[in-house]
C-alpha cells in the first residue's frame, strides 16, 4: 500500500521558517517526481512546486520563489519542504504528491494527507 505522509506543519509567526516533510512508502521513490500543493482558506488547491526524480530539476511558483526550497533524498524516501520568510498569506494545508513526470497540472498517482501550515503576524 502506498503511502505519503507529510509532517513538520504547525505554528509561526510572520517572518519564520518551516521545513516540511513527505515520506514515502510502498513505492519506488525515485521513479516518481514529486510536488507540493496548499490550501488556504476559502482557496483551491495551488501548486508550489515539483522536483524531477534525480533531485537535479526543480520549479515553483512564482508566489513562493526565492523563499521556498524544494529537495529530497531518495535514499529516505523522503522530499522536503523549505520555507523561509513566511507571511500570513501562507497559511494552508500542505500536501505532496507523486506523479512520473514533474507537472503543476498531473496526473499525479499517489497524494498525502497534508499537513496543516499556520503563520501568525
Known amino acids: 500500500q502506498v503511502q505519503l505522509v507529510e509532517s513538520g506543519g504547525g505554528l509561526v509567526q510572520a517572518g519564520g521558517s518551516l521545513r516540511l516533510s513527505c515520506v514515502a512508502s510502498g513505492l519506488t521513490f525515485s521513479r516518481y517526481a514529486m510536488m507540493w500543493f496548499r490550501q488556504g482558506p476559502g482557496s483551491e488547491r495551488a501548486f508550489i512546486g515539483s522536483?524531477?526524480?534525480?533531485?537535479?530539476?526543480?520549479d515553483y511558483a512564482d508566489s513562493v520563489k526565492g523563499r521556498f526550497t524544494i529537495s529530497r533524498d531518495n535514499a529516505k524516501n523522503t522530499v522536503l519542504l523549505q520555507m523561509n520568510s513566511l507571511k500570513r498569506e501562507d497559511t494552508a494545508v500542505y500536501s505532496c504528491?507523486?506523479?512520473?513526470?514533474?507537472?503543476?497540472?498531473?496526473?499525479?498517482?499517489?497524494w498525502g494527507q497534508g499537513t496543516q501550515v499556520t503563520v501568525s503576524s
Open positions: 522536483i524531477d526524480r534525480s533531485g537535479l530539476s526543480v
Open positions: 504528491a507523486a506523479g512520473r513526470e514533474p507537472s503543476p497540472y498531473g496526473p499525479y498517482d499517489y
